[in-house]
């Protein structure tokens, strides 16, 4: 099990920790409109997944914007999601505001599908713990970063790396 706390206070992840080499599982989030959107639906392409606890914080709002500038330098072989609890209206909201269209967020809030999945569901909280994985085209894991403290920010050049590198 993963370890890490949130405001330097530990907090519980109950569900499977993903490591690299791992198949991913497959879970069921919710795109802006409330349609489900699965893992399978962005199969063949490489995916950087970016999870933070709410948009509406500013780390995650700067997580989501970092990603969502370094998208279109990805390639189309890369599809970008940024999955939380986040309600799929207050997501929507929220690219609206800050006009960021080339990624898609995702609401893991009906069912933390994705957070049981991949171990980020935070018990104490019902957020989503800031975490990042990459998948190849195959569905393999080959990223993975459990973020030990909530409040810091990821590896992004890590992550940007491990993407360039299955794509080149």
Not at 17 to 25: L, N, T
Not at 102 to 128: C, N, V
Request: proline content about 5%.
């Amino acid at each position: 099990m993963v370890q890490i706390t949130f405001k330097n206070n530990p907090v519980t992840l109950p569900g499977n920790e993903v490591k690299v080499g791992d198949q991913a599982p497959n879970f069921t989030a919710l795109a802006n409109d409330l349609s489900p959107v699965t893992l399978e639906d962005t199969s063949g392409k490489v995916r950087l997944i970016s999870v933070v606890p709410s948009l509406d914080t500013g780390l995650c709002s700067d997580q989501t914007k970092r990603f969502s500038d370094e998208a279109a330098s990805l390639g189309e072989n890369v599809e970008v999601l940024t999955i939380s609890a986040d309600l799929p209206f207050a997501q929507k909201r929220w690219t609206e505001i800050n006009k960021v269209d080339s990624i898609t967020t995702l609401s893991d809030h009906r069912d933390l599908s994705f957070g049981q999945a991949y171990g980020t569901a935070m018990k104490e909280l019902r957020l989503l713990a800031r975490s990042i994985f990459v998948i190849d085209e195959n569905d393999k894991v080959a990223y993975v970063e459990y973020v030990p403290e909530g409040t810091d920010h990821p590896n992004y050049e890590k992550a940007l790396q491990a993407v360039k590198e299955l794509t080149n």
